[in-house]
């Protein structure tokens, strides 16, 4: 077993600034289309830097700064602008020495010349077997960590990337698939490939969400970037369900349109949501976030339908930020919200202590013998359009005959351009979506009861039109497994089955190639 980090002296943080100016008011929109686009930065302290230097005597606003990466991104960012009909001016910037603005642009876009020697691209080659939280505790000796992550750490890394692995960071950085750059794959004919998104592509996306049917993962190389040290993470409570996801919308909207991306530094980290009915405790193994007194001020709240939502945030800080100027980010970031007022409870931890919140939940069952017990769970991604038609249902399913809901409800929203369709992972076709896990535990003579509540939950989908999509999937049928992926989707996977594992070796437990119907 193998794990090793690999520095590149190169630069990755995708610096797009929020600026009240628009890409599309200064250069052509199609800019953005380009790779370097995530390079580009239009935040006020990159456009700052290029717009003074050391005579201070002129000052001229680019429209962009490029951090570039490499030497590819100066030639593509000159290709394109010699290419276009109105070329736009550009100068490179080398530490800014000159007196009379002779590195400044005018609306065009300055190159960071220095961002070229920055070692802040960073990837680390993590063998499949792997549990994520070692890949934390390995990468943070480095000073950096991956991007996107599982709420509970002690998975693998081949299991989560088998399925895609999300949690609150994904409707910013994607799911963990999303996060991948090359993979090593033992396929089913026994050969052993390296892949990625240029060399035997076809290979990489299938294994991406491929639910083991193509290959076994051996290596990942997964993205990292530099570690955020401590963790501002709030809850915030709602007793009205549509108010609770226009404002989770909110949060996200952010990182479902390109025009708008924004600093690394800038914006929430971390969105999540659940529900709960009001007479449940509100920690649970998941995570214990609230104080006794909070959980008392939270009893005595008088909800109508006894359904609490809470909307989940979380704005990671390095050592060198000022702890005042995280807080009026965060304070800004959460402006507007319309949560029960004075229901807002906040925690400042250490990035681990945050990233790891599941174990400590996770031991306490396992020495009440309470971790091994049946999980009949249920995991779906439902379209942003049809929330409220599910809603309706699911607080009545899960009262209904008393069956207690032993376990969390996640709720919280994913955009779906974060997602990379040519990958073997499912998604509603929606630009927003939901996800929604029902993650119950049981007595071990009782989970029939639960697992008839989530045949409930997809019976009133089929039924209703809902357009939803197991995650985790579950089916018995062919028939199933083809509507689950869509006609062509389907028609691929098969396809890349039969490149892959023709014999239909890998991973039978699926139930996709070897199912009864
Ligand atoms: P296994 O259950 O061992 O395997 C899953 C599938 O992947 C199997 O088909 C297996 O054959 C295949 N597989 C395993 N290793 C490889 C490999 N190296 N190469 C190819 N195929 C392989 N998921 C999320 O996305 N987000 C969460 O927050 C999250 N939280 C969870 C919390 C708990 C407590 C639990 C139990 C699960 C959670 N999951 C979550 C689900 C989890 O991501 C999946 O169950 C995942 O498959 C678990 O990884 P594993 O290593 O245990 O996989």
């Known amino acids: 077993s193998y794990f090793f980090i690999i520095f590149i002296i190169s630069r990755l943080i995708p610096i797009i600034g929020v600026n009240q100016r628009l890409w599309t008011d200064l250069l052509p929109p199609n800019l953005l289309s380009l790779d370097i686009s995530s390079r580009l930065s239009l935040d006020q302290s990159s456009l700052a830097m290029a717009s003074t230097d050391f005579g201070n005597l002129v000052h001229t606003n680019p429209a962009a700064v490029l951090h570039p990466s490499s030497v590819d991104d100066i030639v593509s960012l000159l290709k394109f602008s010699y290419n276009n009909s109105f070329p736009f001016k550009v100068a490179a910037r080398g530490r800014g020495h000159s007196c009379r603005g002779q590195a400044m642009v005018e609306n065009g876009v300055v190159i960071d010349m220095p961002s070229l020697s920055i070692p802040t691209r960073f990837y680390a080659d993590i063998g499949g077997e792997q549990l994520w939280v070692d890949v934390l505790h390995a990468t943070l000796d480095h000073g950096v960590a991956p991007v996107s992550w599982t709420d509970y750490l002690y998975l693998s890394v081949g299991g989560t990337l088998s399925n895609a692995g999300i949690s609150g960071q994904t409707f910013r950085y994607g799911p963990q698939i999303n996060n991948v750059h090359e993979l090593d794959v033992v396929t089913g004919k026994g050969e052993l490939i390296t892949c990625s998104k240029k060399m035997n592509s076809e290979l990489f ?258 039924e209703h039109g809902i357009k939803i999509k197991q995650y985790l999937p579950h089916y018995t049928t062919k028939k199933e497994w083809e509507s689950h992926f869509g006609h062509k989707k389907w028609r691929i996977f098969q396809q890349r089955k039969n490149s892959f594992d023709p014999k239909m070796i890998l991973s039978p437990g699926q139930k996709i190639f070897n199912s009864v119907g």
Not at 231 to 242: C, E, T
Not at 294 to 307: E, F, K, M
Not at 378 to 404: C, G, Y
Request: include cysteine; aromatic fraction near 12%; charge should be negative.
């Open 205 to 462: 996306h299938a294994v991406l969400g491929g639910l083991g049917q193509f290959g076994i993962i051996t290596r990942a190389r997964i993205r990292l970037e530099a570690a955020p040290k401590r963790v501002k993470w709030v809850r915030m409570l709602y007793d009205d369900f549509s108010t609770f996801t226009r404002d989770q919308e909110h949060l996200i909207s952010l990182y479902g349109n390109y025009q708008e991306l924004i600093n690394i530094n800038h914006g929430l980290n971390y969105v999540e949501g659940s529900i709960i009915l009001q007479q449940s405790d509100p920690n649970n193994w998941r995570s214990s976030f609230f104080s006794s007194n909070d959980q008392a001020r939270i009893t005595s709240l008088n909800v109508p339908n006894g359904v609490l939502y809470f909307l989940e945030v979380a704005k990671f800080y390095y050592d060198h930020d000022d702890d005042t100027n995280t807080d009026k980010e965060l304070k800004k970031q959460l402006e507007g919200l319309n949560y029960i007022p004075e229901c807002i409870f906040t925690r400042d931890v250490s990035f681990v202590e945050f990233l790891n919140r599941v174990r400590k939940g996770e031991l306490e069952l396992h020495s009440k013998g309470l971790w091994e017990v049946p999980h009949p769970w249920l995991n779906i991604f439902i379209p942003k359009s049809q929330i409220e038609d599910l809603h309706h249902v699911i607080p009545n399913i899960i009262a209904k005959d008393n069956t207690d809901l032993a376990g969390p409800i996640l709720f919280y929203p994913l955009n779906r351009n974060k997602w990379d369709d040519k990958m073997s992972a499912v998604t509603p076709e929606e630009d927003v979506f939901y996800t929604l896990g029902l993650l119950h535990s049981s007595g071990f003579d009782d989970w029939e009861a639960l697992e008839r509540k989530n045949e409930e939950i997809l019976k009133y989908c089929e």
